[in-house]
T-cell receptor, first 110, second 110 residues
Framework: DAGVTQSPTHLIKTRGQHVTLRCSPI?????VSWYQQVLGQGPQFIFQ???????GRGNFPDRFSARQFPNYSSELNVNALLLGDSALYLC?????????FGPGTRLTVL | KNEVEQSPQNLTAQEGEFITINCSYS?????LHWLQQHPGGGIVSLFM???GKKKHGRLIATINIQEKHSSLHITASHPRDSAVYIC????????????FGKGTLLTVNP
């Protein structure tokens, strides 16, 4: 059975651009969470979605948004990119609070 | 003060040594997670525990709810154990989110 998948694996953007990151959870998992990991730091919680509804939001600006689709896959959108948005973006799907992480998307903003 | 504190930040050991990584948290939790992250980003969940002790192979995780403290032990360490080990506190009421420590970089030399 496939684990959590994320696309793309790497992405380079310039300041001011917009980016969309995608995540497919493990089959049967209805909850998806997004995390940002800046180099040298632990991940920071961005969003959690469950059954297509936002259940939690971390301390991130409104430039960050997300949604979950009927098949439980999810997108994370970031508008007006800043240099500081360069990070590894991790998606996790969960079952009974146990989190399964995807490989991440490494975003570089130039 | 971070809500989840890990120590040490860096740890170097010789192959075969017994290793302990500590985690203290100040948030209310439903569960405490230990995660392993290899260079390149992939995160693997090692343990999720809400009380007592869990063992998997050479890895042992313990938690003391009253003292808000958890430890990860590695017995007979091996160079392939070299990675970043991250403690994360899980909870948050109606949504389940993880609050991460900054991680402990473990290097095991042959």
């Amino acid at each position: 059975d496939a684990g959590v998948t994320q696309s793309p694996t790497h992405l380079i953007k310039t300041r001011g651009q917009h980016v969309t990151l995608r995540c497919s959870p493990i089959s049967g998992h209805k909850s998806v969470s997004w995390y940002q990991q800046v180099l040298g730091q632990g991940p920071q919680f961005i969003f959690q979605y469950y059954e297509k509804e936002e259940r939690g939001r971390g301390n991130f600006p409104d430039r960050f948004s997300a949604r979950q689709f009927p098949n439980y896959s999810s997108e994370l959108n970031v508008n007006a990119l800043l240099l500081g948005d360069s990070a590894l973006y991790l998606c996790a799907s969960s079952w009974a609070n146990e989190q399964f992480f995807g490989p991440g998307t490494r975003l570089t903003v130039l | 003060k971070n809500e989840v504190e890990q120590s040490p930040q860096n740890l170097t050991a010789q192959e075969g040594e017994f290793i302990t990584i500590n985690c203290s948290y100040s948030v209310g939790i439903s569960a405490l997670h230990w995660l392993q992250q290899h260079p390149g980003g992939g995160i693997v969940s090692l343990f999720m525990l809400s009380s007592g002790k869990k063992k998997h192979g050479r890895l042992i995780a313990t938690i003391n709810i009253q003292e808000k403290h958890s430890s990860l032990h590695i017995t007979a360490s091996h160079p392939r154990d070299s990675a970043v080990y991250i403690c994360a506190a899980g909870g948050g009421g109606s949504n389940y989110k993880l609050t991460f420590g900054k991680g402990t970089l473990l290097t095991v030399n042959p």
